[in-house]
């Protein structure tokens, strides 16, 4: 077996990391290929902002003439920076079922980490909260929403024989859309008072140039909003724009809520999308020649509503601007004629979303795990 180190940019070696999966995924239902241009580019320095400041590598095991496992190690400087810890991240990371060739790869993971000073390996993450984060660990007969990812059952088996522990968990929860009767009086009544006071106000956009206009405002709210979160990285304003060009084209208006004070600043915002899984699936990882009209067409549907980002300033929590928010998509999706909605990853310890989430009888039905194991000195 032999183990492939690829120093970044390597055209041909990402190619193979990408594709990988196409060939461990291809009878999958469950699997999402992301579109091959952007995961290409996500491993570019000269696209990705995120290099700027993280040193990256990429590894594959081969055996017999065939790829058998990928990983990607970061060395994330800002987030060592943030915690003040001497951590290497891995991300990425696929693999048949083989304890031998994941325990190999993971070798040469530490070897590198080691060499960097680093005292620690957790993961899955990515350069930011804004990129696949956490390996599946209950839910294995639920469609992912394509902020996330899918792996099968054996990859916790492969983690623990490997020699990682797990850290911390995200969990997911999927609700039925609730009828407007359906709505407790008393949220009602709170997001009436938050109107009549006059100090904040919802604010709707029209079309994707107007939340692109005011996308730097919306992230560096996120930033802002996730300051406290597990293995959260401060953006940077390149690695904004980054990602809102990354992402723009699947934004739905209608289904982007943000509240705003007397001044017009920005204090809390809501992202939602309709699913958008059934259309990756069928563009197959490619935008040409038919894959952009299957996203495109994916993002008419109104079946399911997946949520993704949500945040409101520091100092206007507790106020009831989250729940104003909620109340004010639900009574779109509602209107739209979504059936289903999906939470997207919520940490396990982030007890104040969940409470939010039970005015609508959800039921939580994925988890996924951060693990963690140490690099010992040779």
Not at 114 to 123: A, D, Q, V, Y
Not at 163 to 189: C, M, N
């Amino acid at each position: 077996m032999h183990i492939h180190t690829l120093e970044l940019p390597n055209s041909r070696g990402v190619k193979a990391f990408v594709r990988f999966p196409r060939r461990l995924y291809a009878n999958n239902p469950m699997w999402i290929p992301m579109l091959e241009r952007d995961e290409r580019g996500l491993f570019n320095p000269a696209t990705n902002p995120s290099f700027r400041d993280a040193e990256v590598r990429l590894f594959m095991a081969e055996e017999d003439g065939r790829i058998r496992a990928r990983v990607a190690a970061i060395l994330s400087h800002a987030a060592n920076r943030k915690y003040g810890t001497r951590n290497l991240r891995f991300g990425w990371f696929e693999s048949e079922n083989r304890p031998d060739v994941v325990e190999a790869l993971f070798h040469e993971v530490e070897k590198w980490g080691r060499g960097k000073g680093m005292e620690s390996l957790t993961g899955s993450m990515g350069f930011t909260d804004l990129d696949p984060e956490g390996i599946l660990v209950e839910g294995f007969d639920q469609v992912p929403t394509v902020a996330s990812n899918y792996n099968p059952p054996y990859y916790a088996t492969l983690m623990e024989q490997a020699g990682f522990a797990k850290e911390i968990d995200y969990i997911e929860f999927r609700a039925r859309t609730p009828e407007s009767h359906v709505i407790p009086d008393k949220l009602i009544s709170l997001c009436d008072r938050i109107r009549l006071r006059g100090r904040f106000h919802v604010l709707r956009f029209k079309n994707r140039r107007e939340v692109l206009r005011r996308g730097v405002e919306l992230l560096t709210l996120l930033d802002e909003s996730f300051d406290e979160v597990y293995g959260s990285v401060p953006l940077t304003r390149d690695q904004m724009k980054y990602y809102l060009k990354r992402y723009a084209f699947c934004a739905h208006p209608d289904l982007i809520i943000a509240v705003v004070d007397e001044n017009g600043e920005m204090v809390g915002f809501m992202v939602a999308m309709p699913s958008l899984t059934r259309g990756f699936q069928r563009a197959r990882g490619r935008l040409l020649p038919l894959g952009w009209w299957h996203i495109l067409r994916s993002r008419q549907a109104r079946h399911t509503l997946d949520f993704y980002l949500a945040g409101v300033k520091k100092k206007y929590r507790g106020t009831g601007i989250d729940l104003l928010m909620l109340i004010e998509i639900a009574r779109t999706a509602k209107d739209m004629g979504f059936v289903y909605s999906e939470s997207n990853m919520e940490l396990e310890t982030n007890f104040k979303i969940h409470a939010m989430w039970k005015y609508f009888n959800p039921v939580q039905h994925k988890r996924r795990r951060i693990y963690r194991r140490g690099i010992p000195f040779d």
